[in-house]
């Protein structure tokens, strides 16, 4: 079977079938599963949220630029009010949900402000194709499956609740069920190399 075409079909149904509207922005990273958004969805904004000067910011701005793409680039100011909002927002003190839902709660500001009401992230790719490199170390499909099932069931709720207190909506176009099926029907050799 030919993975890449099926993923491809997948894809391009998804993002059919999401409903892009005019008021829609990519939450962008500049990583693969956003890049493709970003190339299979060529006419909506794309936002990241980067700390001024770092690293990320750089590659980010590169990485757009390399598609022929502008990137909307918003600064984390993180003080002690945001990290009491998000706490309460999310309802959870765990370091690790605050740590990823600041960014997102920024960002909704920002897109918001900006007049937009969907952002489309590329949540589930990392656990469904194995992005992370823990999987390169420990490629196993069951840990994936794990990771998959948390996303569904926690982070995408966390996430909808710190975007939705400026009005925004989550979009995840991997989480269709055709890229799930797709993607776990793949071996999980192919999909995660130890290299």
Request: proline share 5%; hydrophobic share 45%.
């Amino acid at each position: 079977m030919d993975w890449v075409e099926e993923v491809d079909r997948a894809l391009r149904k998804s993002v059919s079938e999401i409903g892009v509207r005019d008021e829609s922005v990519i939450a962008f990273s500049g990583g693969l599963d956003s890049s493709l958004l970003a190339v299979f969805i060529p006419d909506v904004p794309l936002y990241s949220v980067a700390v001024k000067g770092s690293e990320d910011e750089r590659w980010v701005i590169e990485a757009a630029e390399m598609m022929g793409r502008e990137v909307n680039l918003v600064n984390v100011d993180v003080d002690e009010d945001i990290l009491i909002k998000v706490m309460n927002i999310i309802g959870s003190p765990n370091p690790l949900d605050v740590s990823l839902a600041i960014p997102l709660y920024i960002l909704g500001e920002r897109v918001a402000s900006d007049g937009h009401k969907y952002i489309i992230t590329g949540q589930g790719a990392d656990e469904l194709f194995g992005g992370y490199a823990r999987y390169r170390t420990c490629p196993k499909e069951e840990l994936m499956r794990i990771d998959f099932e948390k996303v569904v069931g926690h982070d995408i709720q966390r996430d909808k609740k710190v975007i939705g207190v400026w009005g925004c909506k989550l979009i995840a176009p991997y989480l269709h069920p055709d890229i799930v099926k797709t993607a776990f029907s793949i071996p999980v050799e192919m999909k995660v190399s130890g290299e």
